[in-house]
């Protein structure tokens, strides 16, 4: 039989925090989707320390060294990305556009990249919804309309974990 390793005791892992401009909020273990509701294309203004891009995609992913075991993982490996995954106690997330879409008014220079508890992530909504969601619920989801900005970033919240 395996055995179950247990968390050490006072482990606190890291979160990641969503807010919009009208104040609605969302922190998650792993990670937050945002794009539209039904993962078709979305677009949106993406800002990401002093860089600025408009793009269409499938959406973007932002997590946290929990959430770097599933999804992000599963991202990093397919596009083999030279990108450090946090770990669990990290104060840092990585985030990833899936499939950005190159046109004559969009974008696909920046697809990946980390945060620190300094750097947000800025999302301006350019489509009519969108949505962010985190660890896959999506009944329980931030709602963005046209022009809205939602900024992700290290939440000042950790998760104590108990073993």
């Known amino acids: ?81 030279p990108l450090t995954l946090p770990r669990r106690t990290d104060r840092s997330l990585c985030w990833f556009v899936r499939e950005a879409w190159p046109s004559p008014t969009t ?11 300094h750097t947000p992530l800025e999302i301006v909504a350019e489509s009519d919804q969108l949505v962010c969601f985190g660890d896959g619920i999506e009944d329980d989801s931030l709602r963005l309309a046209w022009g809205q900005r939602l900024t992700v970033a290290v939440a000042a919240t950790r998760l104590n974990l108990v073993g």
Not at 23 to 52: D, M, T
């Open 1 to 81: 039989a395996a055995a179950v390793q247990a968390t050490p005791p006072g482990v606190q892992a890291t979160m990641v925090g969503a807010v919009t401009d009208d104040g609605q909020r969302l922190r998650a273990l792993n990670e937050v989707f945002i794009g539209h509701p039904s993962h078709q294309s979305a677009r949106y203004r993406l800002r990401s320390g002093g860089a600025e891009e408009l793009q269409s995609s499938s959406g973007l992913l932002v997590g946290t060294g929990t959430g770097a075991t599933g999804w992000l993982r599963s991202v990093h490996r397919e596009r083999r990305s």
């Open 107 to 117: 974008a696909t220079g920046l697809t990946e990249g980390s945060l620190d508890e």
